[in-house]
């Protein structure tokens, strides 16, 4: 099965230019396409609904978004009726096979008196496919500091060690037989195997990458990884995989730039142990115009 995590940035390329057909087109053909920076009501030049606009341009796929904030974007008629809309901005998950169940996820938010902050977010998904049922968590972490991230992966961590054994979206008998929330149907699964994706705005070098690996801030140095680095487990390890990328070339106003606008590996895949002997390729793709991100596609067989 073939998975891509890309940051879209609202489809806003280095080139300045809206263009939400390039996303989709960067991301045909995988199995399971994981976006952040997906946007509902914002912004000038996109479509009004991005999610439902690459529903549009890739027809063959099951999707699933969730918001990381909602807010009033509605507007009135002259005659007083309400056009009510939400501004959102989130992750959305495509599947080429059935999203089984999904939830969204709320990640702490620290607020800051002199920097800019916004609530990020994660969405868990269940697909049933090639691999057998699966877990999916993409997410987008917050892109300021390392304490506020690491609060952040101690709170997604902590749900999904909890989720096996809590179940699917409903357990048990139903009280009610066909009128029951099941409406006669099995429990949906919520399998161990697990892969985390998407922009977790942090470096390999980082406390919190290796927080994530160990499984929690209370697991650091522990022999058995909670959770194993796809670029690693393909052997890329000496290549360096950076995923934002800001060469003078591609965006000439921005070369002045403090350093932290350089090169970094921030997007990443991250799977259960039991699935890193499975993964055979991970890369970036480096021709993708359609972001400030480059899309991060990882193979893993069946």
Known sequence: MRFVTYNIHYAIGWDGVEDIARIAEAVRGADVIVLQEVERYYGPGNPADQPAAL???????????????????????????????????????????????????????????????????????????????????????????????????EALLAVVRAAPAEGGAWTGPGAYNDRDWGAGQPAPPMPENALLLGDFNMGPDAPEYAQLVAGGAENLGGADPAFVDAWLAAGRGAEPGH???????????????????????????????ALAPKIRACHVDLAAKGSDHQPVWTEIAA
């Open 243 to 273: 995923s934002f990328i800001t060469p003078p070339e591609r965006a000439p106003e921005r070369a002045p730039e403090p350093t932290e606008q350089a090169d970094h590996r921030i997007d990443y895949c991250f799977v259960s142990p």
């Open 55 to 153: 529903a549009e341009l890739l027809p063959e796929y099951y999707w699933v978004y969730g918001p990381a904030f909602d807010v009033d974007a509605s507007t009135r008629d002259p005659d007083g009726r309400v056009v009510n809309r939400r501004r959102q901005h989130g992750v959305m998950i495509l599947s080429m096979t059935p999203i089984v169940s999904c939830r969204p996820l709320v990640l702490p938010k620290w607020t800051y008196d002199d920097k800019y902050n916004m609530r990020v977010g994660v969405l868990e998904a269940v697909i049933d496919g090639a691999l057998g049922p699966l877990r999916l968590y993409g997410l987008h972490l917050g892109h300021l500091e390392s304490e506020e991230r690491q609060a952040q992966i």
